[in-house]
Each structure stands twice: as C-alpha cells, then as structure tokens.
C-alpha cells in the first residue's frame, strides 16, 4: 500500500467559473457560438492515478453520490478518448475525491476529465498540447480543453477553441450554489436561438483585458451572461442566491457562472468574502458556498 501510494500521481480539478458568457449564436450544427471570460477557483476536486494494467475509477468524497455511475463518469470517459487515439498508453487506477457540486455551471466534470488527461499525459511523457490529447479533450466535452491548462483564458465556440493564457489579477469571490437543478441543455433551449441564428454581439477581444482589479471589476460589470435570464426563468431559487449575494457589503458584482445553478459575488478582499460567505451559510445551511480566490 505504502508503494503504491508513494507511485500515485495527483492534480488538482479546480471550479470553472464563467465571468462572462455571450452567445454570439447558434451554429447550423445546433451548438451555440460562445465567447467566455474564464477563470479558475481555489476550491477543486482531487484526482490521482495509480499506474497500473487497467483503467479503473473509484469516487469518495463528500459529493461523491453526485458523480453518477463510476462507469460512465468523465474521468473514464477522457481517459478512454486518449487510449483510443494512442495505442500503448500506460494507464492505472483513478481516485476521485469529490468536493464540487454536480451539473452545477463550474465544470466539475469536466475538470476532473481534464484532471485525468493530464495525469495520463504526465505518466505517458506527453505535452498537453500534443494533438492526441488535445482532440480527446475536445471528444469528451465542451468545457474540458479550457480545464486542460487551468489559468485565465477565453473560450470560443461551442468551447472547442481556447485562447492563449491571461495576466488577470486575481479577485475574490463567494460561490454559492442553492443546490437546484439547472439542466443545460434546458437553458439553451429557453434561450429561444433556431440554428444558424445570430445574435447582434461582437466578439471579445483576446488580449483586451486591465491589470488592476478596479478596471477589471468595471469591464465585467458592462458584461453578461446571456444564459442568466433563462436559468432564472427554469430555477427561480437562483434569484434568492443572486439577491443574498448582491445585498452582501462590499459585494461589487454577483452573476451567475455557466449555465447555473452556481452564481458568485466578487468583493474587495478574502476578508469581506469570507464574512459574506458566513453570512450566507448561516441562513442557508443547506447551500453550497465558498468564499475563493479566482485567477
């Protein structure tokens, strides 16, 4: 036991959390064009892998019963699409310790599938850029290649297309999560767009981001997510954890992250989040929330 976990590989899967989210439109093939703001949180799941003859997954963790069957969950699913492209891969026993909420608009899945793939990667010698591993990424999901090299980034298309590493400064937040169900292919369609519908949106430039956190708090105030008004129309509980969020001092902005049901509140300092965050958690013991540091 000893040798085997001195041979574990481990990562972190960090929360995903969309600071903006356009919806340029819908393509003929039915995906939606985006144009995302990204950043990653310090809260996260745990991977790590244990080389060995066999691809194996076991979850624990205080969300672990969110993670859905082992067979089908992402980590399996990406690990998969990587053997698949590249013969002779050495693989192992996965461990997942499950923290962040499921189908929750932060990417828990999908960052614990990007999780895998760089693990495996690491095991294997490869880069995370070689193209085996990059198109198992894109195979698996839309959030996963932006979860690969997880840093400040936009996201384009259906997620498909990643823009270079952002200098953000870092901003700290609350996320909550009042533990509804947000379904996103449910939001998408409430959004109302036929395929090959265009939205009068332009598209975010790539570099075009401030420094200080002050320009940056007012660039993202004159964004949006274009999701947020359908998710409220289909959980309407979201209002009340936007409200509590946006009512809580020193709160400069509180959108919601994805397609929901996760909103956050962006604040000053760790000081005036953890009190907002306390506050919160007192009146809701039953939501998720978590006072982070986003970059």
């Known amino acids: 036991m000893r ?5 574990a590989l481990t990562t972190r899967a960090p929360a995903k959390v969309n600071l903006t989210l356009h919806v340029l439109g819908r393509r003929p093939d039915g995906y939606h064009e985006l144009d995302s703001l990204v950043v990653f949180a310090g809260v996260h799941d745990r991977l790590s892998l244990v080389p060995g003859p066999e691809l194996s997954l076991a979850v624990s963790g205080p969300r672990a019963d969110a993670a859905g069957p082992t067979g089908d969950n992402l980590v ?8 698949e492209r590249r013969p002779g891969l050495r ?3 996965f461990h997942l310790v499950k923290r962040l909420p499921a189908a929750a608009g932060i990417g828990g899945g999908s960052s614990d599938a990007a999780g895998a793939l760089r693990l495996l990667a690491r095991l294997n010698g490869l880069a995370l850029d070689a193209p085996e591993v990059a198109d198992a990424a894109r195979a698996t999901g839309a959030d996963i290649p932006v979860c690969l090299d997880p840093t400040a980034r936009m996201m384009r298309g259906a997620g498909e297309r990643v823009g270079p590493a952002l200098a953000l400064p870092p901003l700290f937040a609350v996320l909550v999560n009042p533990g509804v169900a947000v379904p996103t292919p449910s939001v998408f369609r409430a959004l109302g767009l036929v395929p090959g519908e265009r939205r009068p949106a332009a598209a975010t430039p790539e570099q075009d981001w401030p420094a200080e956190p002050w320009a940056l708090l007012a660039r993202l105030a004159a964004a949006r997510n274009d ?43 760790c000081h005036a989040a953890a009190r907002a965050a306390r506050v919160i958690q007192a009146d809701r013991p039953a939501w998720w929330v978590k006072p982070t540091l986003l970059r």
């Open 3 to 7: 040798d085997a976990a001195a041979a």
């Open 76 to 83: 399996l699913r990406a690990a998969r699409a990587l053997v």
């Open 91 to 93: 693989v192992g026993a």
């Open 227 to 269: 999701l947020e008004a359908p998710a409220l129309g289909l959980a309407p509980a979201l209002a009340d954890a936007l409200g509590r969020l946006s009512r809580s001092p020193e709160c400069r902005l509180a959108p919601m992250s994805g397609s929901g049901a996760t909103v956050f509140g962006l604040f000053p300092d």
